[in-house]
């Protein structure tokens, strides 16, 4: 049963048109793939120290790495300089940010950030909320 269509195409081949196309599409939020996933707000303040010795942060010891933490996307993008985003896509409000080709981009619709969060693109044009970064030795600090 490799054979699967869209939703939208199985709908379309009922005889859904137009505005009952839409009504199912709005009334099928009950069903847990509908979900609305929008409207997540990234946090305005941030402050959390991480430890680059640890195997969960190491990844940042290495130019154009990345982590995801307490949805705050953390990327070393030089070897003496960090950026800090929130996960939070403005486009629509989902944690899907990811840091990538040396700035962030949203897989969900294709928005595309720098490194200092400004929007590159239409999906991106609202740009993203950046926090502070300060390496001492070892330890990471991600602030507003």
Do not use: W
Not at 16 to 26: D, H, P, R, T
Not at 64 to 88: D, E, H, I, L
Not at 106 to 134: I, M, Q
């Amino acid at each position: 049963m490799s054979d699967k269509i869209k939703r939208h195409e199985f709908l379309k081949s009922l005889g859904f048109k137009g505005a009952s196309l839409v009504a199912v599409y709005c009334g099928a939020s009950a069903m847990s793939s509908c979900k609305n996933e929008t409207g997540i707000t990234p946090s305005s303040s941030a402050d959390f120290t991480l430890d680059l010795s640890q195997a969960a942060y190491s990844k940042l010891n290495t130019v154009g790495s990345y982590v995801v933490t307490q949805n705050v996307v953390v990327a070393r993008v030089s070897s003496t300089a960090f950026a800090a985003v929130t996960q939070v896509c403005s486009h629509e409000g989902r944690a899907a940010v990811i840091y990538s080709g040396g700035g962030f981009y949203c897989p969900e619709h294709g928005a595309t950030f720098d490194t200092s969060g400004k929007g590159l693109n239409a999906n991106g044009s609202r740009g993203l909320t950046t926090y502070k970064t300060t390496l001492t030795g070892n330890s990471l600090r991600v602030y507003s």
